[in-house]
């Protein structure tokens, strides 16, 4: 089976290139290889590689500055998710499309369903259920599959910002009352390849289990990190409200996902978020020691 990966570079094609099955071949492509915005460069990688399978893992993330960079955003995910969904409808390729819990306005106390009404609070997540709309209305066959709070090895997140704060900073700040699920990107990367082989169509919702806010998080690296000795001393964090740190956009307040549906189709559990989070700095500590 050949594949066309979107976003390569990103922390979920690092780690969708890490674990790729062996009998998949690979195209992995990021901007620099192919352009999504442009529907010519989408026709002309399409016809040189022959894939049957497209994965898009693209996707402009930078939540506050999306607020002031619209354009981007909108071109980025929206309308380049719309032309793969033409190319992979036109062809009769199966599209796996990658979105985000930022779809939803944070109003709920229950986990949301794939169902649940979209309602974003700023541009990146409008841009992003733009994206969806557009896969959904044009390509039928394709999978939205949208995910949480990742984190990884590769790249920046969360978890990387907050050892190299812990480790220069005397004391830390970090929100407390925003809640949602932080999920490893091999739980993602597993996913989309349990879908390449079962092509399910639709809305799906992939994260770790569990719950947390970022302060909780926040807690659980330092403690995770410090037991591996990837930190060296313990530092205070304090408990933060939004309005205390505030951004340009804002952050639904609440964005846990209900993945049942998901779980079913896979036939599994997915693990709670804090052994996934241990899961992923044991492999930051071998990759730091290889070095």
């Known amino acids: ?79 380049a998710a719309a032309h793969l969904a033409q190319a992979a409808q036109q062809r009769g390729l199966y599209l796996l499309h990658v979105s985000t819990d930022f779809v939803f306005d944070g109003q709920q106390s229950t986990p949301y369903m794939p169902t649940d009404v979209a309602q974003p609070l700023g541009v990146y997540g409008a841009s992003k259920l733009a994206g969806d709309n557009a896969v959904q209305q044009i390509c039928p066959t394709a999978a939205i599959v949208r995910t949480s709070w990742l984190y990884s090895a590769y790249g920046n997140n969360f978890v990387k910002t907050m050892l190299r704060l812990m480790a220069e900073r005397e004391s830390l700040g970090v929100v407390a009352d925003q809640i949602g699920t932080p999920t490893w990107t091999r739980t993602l990367s597993d996913t989309l390849w349990s879908f390449v082989v079962q092509k399910p169509q639709g809305i799906f919702h992939c994260s770790d289990n569990g719950v947390a806010s970022w302060y909780d998080f926040a807690i659980a690296i330092q403690e995770e990190a410090l037991a591996l000795g990837l930190l060296s001393k313990a530092i205070p964090v304090k408990p933060l409200r939004t309005e205390e740190y505030p951004t340009p956009a804002r952050r639904p307040a609440y964005s846990v996902m209900d993945k049942r549906a998901t779980e079913t189709l896979m036939d599994c559990t997915f693990a709670h978020w804090r052994p996934r989070l241990r899961e992923m700095l044991i492999q930051l500590q071998q990759q730091a020691i290889l070095k």
């Open 1 to 79: 089976m050949k594949i066309l990966l979107t976003g390569a570079n990103g922390q979920l094609g690092s780690e969708l290139q890490a674990t790729c099955p062996a009998h998949i071949t690979l195209i992995a492509t990021d901007y620099s290889s192919l352009d999504i915005t442009q529907t010519a460069q989408i026709q002309a990688a399409l016809d040189q590689h022959q894939p049957s399978v497209i994965i898009n893992a693209a996707a402009y993330t930078a939540v506050d500055k999306a607020e002031t960079d619209v354009e981007r955003a909108y071109a980025i995910n929206h309308h």
